[in-house]
């Protein structure tokens, strides 16, 4: 058997048990609606790129052994998760054919960040995945899903994608208790101007 050929067999193999393994250890795709309820759960932003296999030469020499394509995930909620005594639950998913498959999992208790990374081996072979992100804190249901329908393709270039579905909560802004006297001072003021001018009217008259 050819040195190159003996040594992809194993490392093909590897990559399938740790995907397979992966899939085992995941929970279940959470069912929708994926509509956050806290921004702890919401997704900001993914941003994903897959590696392309590299060649590395073989210990036997004569070959090279290729490593498969690996998936760059870096993913931001909305503010630190998880809140202090609650767990953070992240399952990637790949669309394989039709079938959408887990192909890695995080339950986190703590510390809370903002920022998840992954490093996913993908069976792949053309560069590129269709892949989505779950988020939920505790038990379901709500959770968010990025994207809240469809998938990301993620390929050799780095993208980032926004999720802007599901938001959770809003921009808190001071206020400007001007901005929201002046119409009713400025309707005062009409109904005074009008009161005089019907005044000085029928003064004259």
Known sequence: MNIRYGLLLPAMLAVLLLVGSASARCPSIPDP?????DPAENIVTVTASVEQPSAAPSAAGGGVAIDGHVLHLIIV???PTPPAGQQIN??????QGS?????DCTSSAGPAKTTYTFDIPLTTDGGAAQIAVYAWLGPVPGTDRAPNGGFYIADRMVRQ???PEGAVGGVVMPTNKLEIVAPFAALAGLVVAVSAVVVVKRRRD
């Open 99 to 103: 079938t959408e498959t887990g192909i």
């Open 33 to 37: 609606p994926y509509t956050p309820k």
């Open 77 to 79: 909620f909305a503010a």
């Open 161 to 163: 994608f926004d999720d």
């Open 90 to 95: 992240i399952i990637v998913t790949e669309l």
